[in-house]
């Protein structure tokens, strides 16, 4: 009988210490998400706002090129 209850003391030793382990992976987990979360957010509006600035080049860029045309004459360098 006491050998029984020793078996059985151990395992739940081994068990409370296996739920402590666990919290604590659990803990930092929760942590790496909450940063990766937050990175990906501010990687979102990194693109975003990129985007925006091509988006405004992108637009100036024909306009540019309209005017260098119109006012180069034809078979001169604009450059």
């Given at each position: 009988?006491?050998?029984?209850?020793?078996?059985?003391?151990?395992?739940?030793?081994?068990?409370?210490?296996?739920?402590?382990?666990?919290?604590?992976?659990?803990?930092?987990?929760?942590?790496?998400?909450s940063q990766a979360q937050q990175n990906?957010?501010?990687?979102?509006?990194?693109?975003?706002?990129?985007?925006e600035k091509l988006e405004i080049l992108?637009?100036?860029?024909?306009?540019?090129?309209?005017?260098?045309?119109?006012?180069?004459?034809?078979?001169?360098?604009?450059l």
């Open positions: 009988m006491d050998a029984d209850l020793k078996r059985l003391e151990d395992k739940i030793s081994k068990l409370i210490s296996l739920c402590t382990s666990l919290r604590e992976e659990n803990v930092q987990l929760r942590d790496d998400l990906s957010k501010t990687l979102k509006s990194n693109m975003l706002l990129a985007s992108l637009e100036t860029i024909p306009a540019e090129t309209a005017s260098l045309t119109a006012a180069t004459p034809l078979g001169t360098d604009p």
